[in-house]
């Protein structure tokens, strides 16, 4: 079956934070969610619930036997089930998992800026380390890490692939970072919420790259991002330490059990989507490509290669334009994500998850609206 994601979707007036929040001559292209309907057998599982009409607590013993099949179709890596614990949501988490260990939390900048103030919002401390830009695109620098991390610091944030930049992580690269965390005895949390929307090369579960990877970790996954089901929160943690695993359970025991809407769409997303997700990838990577091709048509626009998610990380300013920001939002008419919560200031993060069409406007915006000469 051939999924239309050039049909155009109108998400104004159905609660949606992207679109009922922004003005309605602004084009949206901030949190990144993607303007396409779920797959179909998604909302099926949804409505076969629906139609049920019971909504009391759930519990679904084929799920974790889908998930290690799509673990091992996927990335042909073998779990097993107990590794698997089932998460109402990924963001919670984040800032539970950084009270594991007392001392502050080691993270790359830029980053998801949820993920950065995570540690914060538990009452935790953080060390960052800027990504080294090597133009073509972001990747980790060790002689930072090194250079920053102190005694107390015993947990390291991954995010892969990195948000905001569209970093995917290289074998040989992670292979580096077990080295650097088994040296210094750090507990790795990897944030991989866009594992399913990578172009270039297969993910690598964070868990699967050495042993020490593997009993030294909590590897965080949904299917949020890749399934557009973010506004049915769900996640899973893989932790192949049975003592490790305990006591991440211990540390999210105030977290609640995943809706049974939530666990039933999940459950449709990994065990009968497949078709319908690699069309997506095919056309979210037409969409990256065309981008790339109309910025670099844009002289002085730096920008880095998104080898995963949908996302974009642009400088506008070499133009000369201070606050890229707010020039896209007064000029362009679109309404982008601001890098400073990101942890760069003066760079934009912008939403490409979206119709081709669409797409194609706002690229029509931004080079009408140019600074002249």
Known sequence: MNYNFDEPLNRRGF?????????????????ADMDFKSAPAIIEAIQAKLDHGVFGYGRDQEFPGVIKKWFQDEYKVTIKEEWLTLLPAIVPVLAAVSRLREGRVLINTPNYHVLLAAPGKAGKGTILS??????EY?????????????DDV???YLCNPQNPVGRVYKYEELRELSRFAQERGLIVISDEAHCGLVYDRPHLPWFSVDEYAANQSITIMGPGKTYNMAGLPFGFAIIPNP???????KTCYALSNPGILNVAAAKAAYGSSREWHLQLVDYLKGNRDYLEKELKS????????????????IDFRPLGIPNPYQWLQDKAKILPNNGKPFGLDGYVRINFGTTRARLEEAVKRIKDNLPKG
């Open 130 to 135: 800027p990504l080294k830009n090597t133009e």
């Open 154 to 156: 015993k947990l390291f």
């Open 243 to 249: 003592v490790l695993r305990e006591e991440f359970v």
């Open 138 to 150: 972001y990747e980790i620098d060790f002689d930072d890490l090194a250079n920053r991390i102190q």
């Open 298 to 313: 844009i002289s002085g626009v730096k920008f880095t290669h998104v080898e995963g998610t949908y996302l974009q990380w």
């Open 15 to 31: 609660g949606s934070t992207k679109w009922d929040t922004t003005a309605g001559d602004v084009l949206p292209m901030f949190v």
